[in-house]
């Protein structure tokens, strides 16, 4: 099994930036990608970003591109951040982290999510 746990989140005001941070515990040996989620309040969750367990690949939705960045620390590569800057009301959420394994398709393991508010 693997846990994953968020930190970071709170309320802003629009403008400013946030960090957010997914530690992963456990099995992380079976992982291939770390990514964020969101799903704001009456809406489905979708993906905000993707990074690759080496670090070198990174994906992101058309709504964080050029403002949010993922990144993975290189020496403890069980902690992957995301960098929010330039932050909108619509941004407004709760952001998730999920884990991959090797040779799968969906994402199975997930955190509990960390809320995000940014006030206008």
């Known amino acids: 099994q693997v846990q994953l746990a968020e930190s970071g989140g709170g309320l802003v005001q629009a403008g400013d930036s946030l960090r957010l941070s997914c530690a992963a515990s456990?099995?992380?040996?079976?992982?291939?990608?770390t990514a964020w989620f969101r799903q704001a309040p009456g809406k489905e969750r979708e993906f905000v970003a993707t990074?690759?367990?080496?670090?070198?690949?990174?994906?992101y939705a058309d709504a964080a591109k050029g403002r949010f960045t993922i990144s993975r620390d290189n020496a403890f590569k069980n902690t992957v951040y995301l960098q929010m800057n330039s932050l909108k009301p619509e941004d407004t959420a709760v952001y998730y982290c999920?884990?991959?394994?090797?040779?799968?398709?969906?994402?199975?393991?997930w955190g509990q999510g960390t809320q995000v508010t940014v006030s206008s």
């Open positions: 999920a884990a991959l394994e090797y040779g799968s398709r969906t994402y199975r393991f």
């Open positions: 456990g099995r992380t040996f079976s992982l291939s990608a």
């Open positions: 990074i690759t367990w080496s670090g070198t690949t990174t994906t």
